[in-house]
């Protein structure tokens, strides 16, 4: 009798050390998504404030340089060094942009690497839940 008694403790504790792996498993998923959600609307915010400073950069430009004759007034840069300016207003706010766009992508490839590491440690301790209760189970007979 104490060897079935024994066989069947280690059974339920061969299940319950599978359900605790599975729960953990599933809390890690959910905060590796949490983490992701998080990081795009950080993403989302980035390029907001990036798009906004640099408008606010451009019309800076374009005041300045209707106050210095060189535009004609509003209706738009002429002077070369305005362009030129403009231009590189530009063209830095597309860098800045495909930088944070390049940096979110490798932030879902890390996320969903992180969730595919969470799943296969998972996977691990069930599979040595199982194995640690055969073993248990199969020295009692022995």
Not at 89 to 95: D, E, G, H, M, V
Not at 109 to 114: D, K, L, N, V, Y
């Amino acid at each position: 009798m104490p060897v079935v008694a024994s066989a069947i403790i280690a059974g339920v504790s061969a299940v319950g050390a599978i359900a605790s792996s599975v729960k953990a498993g599933k809390a890690s998923k959910r905060a590796a998504q949490s983490r992701a959600a998080i990081t795009k609307l950080e993403n989302a915010r980035e390029r907001r404030n990036q798009v906004r400073d640099a408008r606010l950069a451009q019309g800076s430009l374009l005041a300045q340089s209707a106050t210095r004759g060189g535009g004609g007034g509003f209706g738009g840069i002429s002077g070369s060094a305005q362009q030129g300016g403009a231009a590189s207003l530009t063209a830095q706010l597309t860098s800045n942009l495909a930088f944070i766009r390049k940096a979110g992508e490798l932030n879902e490839t890390a996320s969903r690497q992180e969730i595919r590491a969470s799943d296969a440690s998972t996977a691990a301790s069930i599979f040595s839940g199982i194995s640690n209760a055969s073993l248990g189970v199969g020295g009692l007979f022995a």
